[in-house]
């Protein structure tokens, strides 16, 4: 993602052509992905990725209503698309990880340097 549009593989589309963004996690993500996908959508899905965010297209020109995309955080993803502080419809329970206690941002990735 860059400030002029949004990239998912090798397709761009511009942030004026954005409208409406939502995240999704756990049932509702996969709901999205089966009996809710609408059949002109660009999907870009990765079985190892669970959470999506759905991206309104709003171009006239444009047949697809939407795009679906697999995304590690799609509550950040909504964030960076539209300013707000948008959260995924559902939400994994946090399990605990190395070092002792759950929280947020232990599941955002990190760069170590050396």
Do not use: I, N
Not at 97 to 104: E, I, L, V, Y
């Amino acid at each position: 993602m860059t400030e002029t549009e949004f990239r998912a593989g090798r397709a761009h589309l511009p942030r004026t052509a954005v409208g409406a963004v939502e995240g999704f996690t756990g049932a509702a993500a996969t709901s999205q992905r089966g009996p809710q996908l609408d059949a002109r959508a660009w999907t870009l899905f990765r079985g190892y990725v669970h959470g999506v965010v759905k991206v309104e297209v709003r171009d006239d020109a444009d047949p697809t209503p939407y795009w679906l995309v697999s995304v590690r955080h799609p509550d950040a993803v909504t964030r960076a698309l539209t300013g707000s502080a948008a959260t995924p419809r559902q939400r994994p329970a946090l399990t605990p990880r190395r070092g002792g206690a759950s929280s947020p941002t232990q599941d955002l990735p990190t760069r170590r340097t050396s």
